[in-house]
């Protein structure tokens, strides 16, 4: 099982994976998570109530400062030179949905970008709105699709 783990060496401790040699190829991440929320707070955010200003809009900012800055969170990520960063959150019946889509042209992918920007996302969107919500809940955020490099494509759905 261990020497499935990239990120071990052989005598287990973790290390940066060599990349040089992969091939570069583009690749792209899309995760999604949701932020559930009494519908008061949803009324809130949806008609730009929220004393702090635009939630959505500065959620979106922030999942994708989130992506750009994931190499600064995540130990043994590569910092990527990332070609597109989308985030997009969408009020649903019990919350929003958010939505992170990350491409690259490069030797390693971008699924931690991508879960990292929903991530930040929905933090964002509970700093926002913590004063007059305190029982959100972040939940539901996985990999959705992953396309390109070695081991070619996923897909949850």
């Known amino acids: 099982m261990m020497s499935d ?36 707070t949803l009324a809130l955010i949806t008609e730009g109530r929220a004393q702090k200003g635009d939630v959505l809009g500065v959620a979106r900012l922030a999942g994708i400062m989130g992506a750009k800055k994931t190499h600064d969170l995540i130990p043994l990520c ?30 390693t992918g971008v699924e931690m970008e991508a879960l990292t920007a929903v991530n930040i996302a929905a933090l964002t969107v509970y700093d926002m709105v913590k004063a007059v919500d305190k ?5 539901d955020i996985r990999l959705v699709l992953k396309d390109g490099g070695k081991s070619g494509r996923y897909t949850a759905e």
């Open 5 to 40: 783990l990239t990120h071990f060496d052989d005598k287990g401790a973790a290390h940066m994976v060599d990349v040089s040699d992969k091939a570069v190829t583009s690749r792209v991440a899309v995760a999604r998570g949701t932020i559930t929320m009494s519908p008061a």
């Open 78 to 107: 590569h910092p990527l030179a990332l070609s597109k960063v989308s985030v997009e959150l969408t009020p649903v019946e019990n919350g929003i949905e958010i939505e992170a889509t990350v491409k690259t042209t490069g030797q």
């Open 135 to 139: 029982g959100m809940v972040i939940s």
